[in-house]
Each structure stands twice: as C-alpha cells, then as structure tokens.
C-alpha cells in the first residue's frame, strides 16, 4: 500500500462567518508531484498554511508527513520543505553561507552540512560561483538556489507556492527538473501554479473553486473528463463558476 504523506479529511477554515476552506479531503502520495490550483479566491493558501501548520483548521482533520496539523504543529514544520513565491534567502550573504545558514536552522550537524553543500553546488554547476553573494544572482538561478534550500535537509515534502513567478520558460523548465529529481528521491511536492502547462508536470492535480475541490485527478482523465485539449481550458471552465474574489 502507497504511503499517504499528506492526509486530510473535511479540513475547514472559517474566518467568522466566512469559510474560506470548505471541508476538503484528499491525501498525497510519497514521491508524488501534486498540482494544487485555483483562481486568486478559492482558497488554495489558506489550505496550504493549515498543512504546513501556520495555521489551526476549524474543523476537520489532516495529516502531513505523520504529524497532526492541529496539535503537532511544529513536528509538521521539522519534516517539511517550503518556498514561497517571494524570494526567501539572504541576499547578503554568499551562495554558499545561505546553504550553511539553512542548514544550521533545520538542525544538521556540521559534517552533515559540509557534505550536502558541496554536494548541491555541484549538482547545481554552481561550484565557481559558491562565493558570490545572492543578490548578484539572475533571478532563474536565484530560484533553483532558493528550491535547492528548501530540500536541503530531505524534508518528507516540500510546498512550493508559485516557485517559477517571474521566470522565463527555459528556466521554468530547468526548475521543473529539479523537482522531478527530488520526487524520484521520494520527496513528495505539493506546488500551487498559474502556469496552466506546469499542472501537465503534475502527477495529479486539484482544482479549488469557492474553498472547495471541484476537481482532483491526473492531467489526462481532467482532460478527457472536462473534453479539454488542455488543462488551461480545464482550468477555465471551473474557475468561471467561481462566485467570490478574493483569498
């Protein structure tokens, strides 16, 4: 049987008498690449901070990486990765002294540390520039080093929200091979995205209108269910039922 490293059940987050999350269940596989979707309203970061336990649900339960999202919050934090759309590194500090940082605040020991950066630096082609400051990096090389960061210490899955904003599409593309080598290692990825051609990446995907899930499969069934060429016109056809506007 599959490992569900993600796990939620009627999970639900209101804010008064607004629901912003509406009971929402489905669980997330080991290594799998998931699609988190939705237009600006539906919900989708609201849902991701409750599984990365920044927030407590109102109802409903949910499960990451085997820690309970309500009452084990900061095991929840040990065992994941995460990056967000804004870019989250030290920009005075040197590509390399960012890697130790990071490493140091997930709790790795110096060896640990020492091997991994060397390691990463070269799997990145980073090896002659390890000395350069951050904030003289191209934004696409800024972006692989700030996911490279949030996989250091092999985290159980790792959240990405919009990783690629901003980038150009030879860089998406390298950034997407990144992450399916981190999904063969067994990282599970759970990415929200507004590039519709990034959810045909995903090993499956959800799509979130109005704080619920109106749709959760893989790329090619939402295709053939939704008689979509892709899924950008998939995605658009839900979105168009949406009713609210804003998250």
Known sequence: MEENVIYTRELTKRFGTFTAVDRIS??????????FLGANGAGKTTAMRMLCGLSVPTA???????FDIATEAEEVKKHIGYMSQRF??????????????????????????ARKTDEMLTDLGFESVRDTFV??????????????????????VVFLDEPTGGVDPVTRRQF??????????GITVFVTTHYMDEAEYCDRVSIMVDGRIEALDT???????????????????????????SD
């Not at 989250?88 to 540390?113: A, C, P, Q, T, V």
């Open 26 to 35: 489905f669980n997330v596989r080991r290594g799998e690449i998931f699609g």
């Open 88 to 113: 989250s590194l030290y920009e005075d500090l040197k590509i390399w002294e960012n890697l130790r940082l990071f490493g140091g605040i997930y709790g790795m020991k110096d060896k640990e540390i």
């Open 219 to 245: 790329p090619e069934r939402l295709r053939a269910r939704f008689q979509a060429a892709t899924m950008d016109e998939v995605f658009q056809q839900l979105a168009r039922k949406a009713v609210r506007k």
């Open 176 to 185: 997407w091979e990144l992450i399916y080598r981190a999904a063969d290692r």
């Open 60 to 66: 409903g339960e949910g499960r990451v990486a085997g």
């Open 135 to 156: 904030r003289a990096l191209p934004l696409g090389w800024k972006q692989k080093l700030a996911f490279s960061v949030s996989i250091f210490h092999e985290p159980r």
